[in-house]
């Protein structure tokens, strides 16, 4: 199927492909799970069917497409970060740099003299 045939298609026949597809692909699938399928291309060919449907059905005016209701507007507080989390930050670094300031103790090794 080519990209200008699916544009000159309405939403509803845009819907009514994509179904028939999805079917074809699903029967397609188990074909090919129980070996018995012949052309495997054709998997491939709907799998980029559909996708092509998908996308020009989003691209399709905003008009044509069913409405949706708008996402709500979210609150400013959203982008700041929690006083917990900040707390719990700090006291992380607090124990990191304690660990880091520890000098570590050297240990020496004994060595036997060969006599």
């Known amino acids: 199927m080519k990209a200008h045939q699916v544009r000159g298609m309405t939403q509803d026949q845009l819907d009514?492909?994509?179904?028939?597809?999805?079917?074809?692909?699903?029967?397609?699938?188990?074909?090919?799970?129980?070996?018995?399928?012949?052309?495997?291309?054709?998997?491939?060919?709907?799998?980029?069917?559909i996708a092509r449907i998908m996308t020009i059905s989003r691209q399709k005016p905003v008009t044509e497409a069913p409405t949706r209701p708008a996402p709500k507007a979210k609150a400013?507080?959203?982008?700041?970060?929690?006083?917990?989390?900040?707390?719990k930050a700090k006291a992380k670094a607090k124990a990191k740099a304690?660990?880091?300031?520890?000098?570590?103790?050297?240990?020496?090794t004994k060595t036997k003299a060969k006599g």
Request: charged fraction near 40%; proline fraction near 4%; aromatic fraction near 4%.
């Open 16 to 49: 009514d492909e994509l179904v028939k597809l999805k079917k074809e692909q699903f029967n397609l699938r188990f074909q090919a799970a129980s070996g018995q399928l012949e052309n495997t291309a054709r998997v491939r060919q709907i799998r980029r069917d």
């Open 98 to 108: 304690k660990l880091k300031a520890k000098p570590k103790a050297k240990t020496k």
């Open 76 to 87: 400013e507080t959203t982008t700041k970060a929690k006083p917990k989390a900040k707390a």
